[in-house]
């Protein structure tokens, strides 16, 4: 996997671009993570990127990303005992990426794929996060969750999102979707089909990544 140490320094730069403090065990298990995901790559393909240089961008980066305005509102939410759901997790982006940054944190990753949460499960005893659970289930099938945030990365559109994991999101908590672009036709289609609100959408800036990246906040009282 290209110069770990390479890896490494960027690694600890982009956590200083985005504010983020990041010892060496996290920088190594983030490290560590992705040369897991490379090797289980090759024969259960679990992401459409090969090559690791993207990985790290593209995946890590753009996990990492999150944290900043996550922290900063849970903070002024005050809540202890944080849980979060990462739906349609994939191999666990952003959800193994938040709980090697955020170990009092607990962050249940669902997927329907099993060989991928097979991965999570690896990465959890791996890596020692016990923070870290794969739930191998749809996400409309399980027993609701008490979460405060239910996050997505590329998993559907807002509506099949809130109708389908809106369900797991605590009385005060709220869904949290990753996008590209602004989602203008989704919005949209959630106001006009559904009781969710788009409450903030913020631009990310991800790391060296020249990509436009925003997170849709959305609760059912339309504040956070």
Not at 2 to 20: F, K, P, V, W
Not at 184 to 193: K, M, S, T
Request: aromatic share 6%.
């Amino acid at each position: 996997m290209g110069s770990r140490d390479n890896y490494g320094q960027r690694l600890e730069a982009a956590a200083h671009a985005l504010g983020l403090g990041i010892t060496p065990d996290q920088r190594d298990a983030l490290l560590n993570y992705l040369d897991q995901l490379q090797r289980w790559n090759r024969t259960y393909n679990l992401t459409a990127l090969r090559d690791p240089e993207q990985m790290l961008i593209q995946h890590i980066f753009d996990s990492l990303a999150v944290l900043p305005p996550l922290t900063q509102t849970l903070y002024k939410k005050t809540v202890e005992n944080v849980v979060i759901i990462d739906v349609g997790s994939g191999a666990g982006l952003p959800g193994a990426v938040m709980a090697i940054m955020q170990p009092g944190w607990s962050l249940r990753c669902v997927d329907a794929v099993e060989k991928k949460m097979a991965f999570v499960r690896q990465i959890s005893g791996a890596l020692h996060l016990p923070n870290l659970q794969a739930v191998h289930q749809r996400v409309e099938t399980l027993a609701p969750y008490d979460a405060d945030i239910v996050v997505s990365r590329a998993f559907a559109s807002l509506v099949d999102f809130a109708s389908l994991a809106g369900r797991h999101v605590a009385k005060d908590g709220c869904l949290l979707a990753m996008k590209g672009r602004e989602p203008v036709e989704e919005i949209d289609a959630l106001h006009r089909q559904t009781d969710w609100r788009v409450s903030r959408i913020q631009s990310l800036l991800v790391p060296e990544l020249n990509a436009q990246r925003c997170l849709v906040w959305m609760s059912q009282q339309g504040t956070l």
